[in-house]
């Protein structure tokens, strides 16, 4: 069956802009969680959705934000970017919160501030 | 944010050797799992622990939960080169439905 699939792969924004990134989990899968992951500061939690509804959040600013839409799929958005949000954002999905068996990363979307 | 400490950073070793790494966490966890990430693509999961003292290997992978539920280990035997990547731990604590991360650990592989 298909992977957790994120686009896009990679993006280049400017300071200031705004950016919006997508993905889809597997098929099935409910649960749909963001991580940012830097070299300096490894995989840091950003938020997890599920049915919905935002239902865990890490310790980033308001500037960060999600949604989940009906079908699971799940976006990120990032307003006002600042150099330090160059990162490899990566979702993860599961079938159910707190389901570990089978929790599954997609590849990663390298966000590039300049 | 909290984190795992894992070690070590990175190592270096020659094809066919053993590897150990662990990781250590001042909270107690209900779960352990153990994730490779090759360049460029997102963390695969390679292990799953779920109980205490759990012992648990996938072909030339081995990683046990520790019996304080306060750490884990993996441990690869006979090295080959596939197994270059960063290794994570990742646990998740009670009463907590998200995963922390380890820092993880570079294995390179020396010809």
């Known amino acids: 069956k298909a992977g957790v699939t994120q686009t896009p792969r990679y993006l280049i924004k400017t300071r200031g802009q705004q950016v919006t990134l997508s993905c889809s989990p597997i098929?099935?899968?409910?649960?749909v969680s963001w991580y940012q992951q830097t070299p300096g500061q490894g995989l840091q939690f950003l938020f997890e959705?599920?049915?919905?509804?935002?239902?865990n959040k890490g310790n980033f600013p308001g500037r960060f934000s999600g949604r989940q839409f009906s079908n699971s799929r799940s976006e990120m958005n990032v307003s006002t970017l600042e150099l330090g949000d160059s990162a490899l954002y990566l979702c993860?999905?599961?079938?159910?919160?707190?389901?570990?068996?089978?929790?599954?990363f997609g590849s990663g979307t390298r966000l590039t501030v300049v | 944010g909290q984190q795992l400490n894992q070690s070590p950073q990175s190592m270096f070793i020659q094809e066919g050797e053993d590897v150990s790494m662990n990781c250590t966490s001042s909270s107690i966890f209900n779960t352990w799992l153990w994730y490779k990430q090759d360049p460029g693509e997102g963390p695969v999961l390679l292990i799953a622990?779920?109980?205490?003292?759990e012992l648990t290997s996938n072909g030339r992978l081995t990683a046990q939960f520790g019996i304080t539920r306060k750490d884990s280990f993996l441990n690869i035997s006979a090295s080959i080169p596939s197994d270059v990547g960063i290794y994570f731990c990742a646990g998740q604590d009670f009463g907590n439905e998200k995963l922390t991360f380890g820092t993880g650990t570079r294995l390179t592989i020396i010809p």
């Open positions: 622990l779920y109980k205490a003292g």
């Open positions: 993860a999905s599961s079938y159910d919160r707190g389901f570990w068996y089978g929790y599954t």
């Open positions: 098929s099935g899968h409910r649960s």
């Open positions: 959705y599920f049915s919905e509804t935002q239902r």
